[in-house]
């Protein structure tokens, strides 16, 4: 079947704009992350969803950036008025079993973004 | 609170030989391992996952890992390393009961194998 998909691959914005990233996860499954991959920080965890709620949304580096689920599925993860430093590969994953750790996350493409 | 340190940023290996990646870990709490490989402009696929149980961990790509507790650590290895390992390596961890999942990654090890 189909994995998690992303849109765009590549995006890239000036300075002060805003963006929407999209997650399309797993047809079925309940529990969606975002993660930041960037080359100063590494991996690290933004937002979890459970179904369309947000349970976690502590790794959102500030209050430009949130999130939202509609349906229980898609996601989109805004970034207003971005910075040369929002620049990173956006990863959204998905598991089948929310609050459960030892489910594993299926993770997508990701999403370039490059902030000039 | 949860960490995890990658010991080797680059690890270049000639095609046939055996490799171990390291990974060490630290937690307050019980903890699940996993690995994930990372191709170029892929996304993360998970290598292999220790939850409970037998110490050694045998996961796709012919790699295994072999938790041990009593050093923290969870090393990742191969016996006999192919082209198409070339890829980036990625330690995580999450722990039991209400954190639902959320992984904390090491920073990562870039494999290259030379033929």
């Known amino acids: 079947g189909a994995g998690v998909s992303q849109s765009p691959s590549n995006k890239v914005t000036e300075k002060g704009k805003d963006v929407e990233l999209r997650c399309d996860p797993i047809s079925g499954h309940t529990a969606l992350y975002w993660y930041r991959q960037s080359l100063g920080q590494g991996l690290e965890f933004l937002i979890y969803f459970q179904g369309n709620s947000a349970p976690d949304k502590s790794g959102l580096p500030s209050d430009r950036f949130s999130a939202e689920r509609t349906g229980g599925s898609v996601s989109t993860l805004t970034i207003q008025r971005t910075q040369q430093e929002d620049s990173a590969v956006y990863l959204c994953?998905?598991?089948?079993?929310?609050?459960?750790?030892?489910?594993?996350?299926?993770f997508g493409p990701g999403t370039r973004l490059t902030v000039l | 609170a949860q960490s995890v340190t990658q010991l080797d940023s680059q690890v270049p290996v000639f095609e046939e030989a055996p490799v171990e990646l390291r990974c060490n870990y630290s937690?307050?709490?019980?903890?699940?391992l996993f690995w994930y490989v990372q191709y170029p402009n892929q996304g993360l696929q998970l290598l292999l996952k220790?939850?409970?149980?037998?110490?050694l961990v045998k996961g796709i790509n012919g790699f295994e890992a072999e938790f041990n507790k009593s050093q923290t650590s969870f090393h990742l290895r191969k016996p006999s390393v192919h082209i198409s390992d070339t890829a980036e390596y990625f330690c995580a961890v999450t722990g039991g009961g209400t954190s639902y999942g959320k992984l904390t990654f090491g920073q990562g090890t870039i494999l290259t194998v030379h033929p």
């Open positions: 937690s307050s709490v019980s903890v699940y």
């Open positions: 994953a998905s598991s089948s079993y929310p609050g459960l750790s030892t489910d594993t996350q299926y």
């Open positions: 220790y939850l409970s149980g037998s110490t």
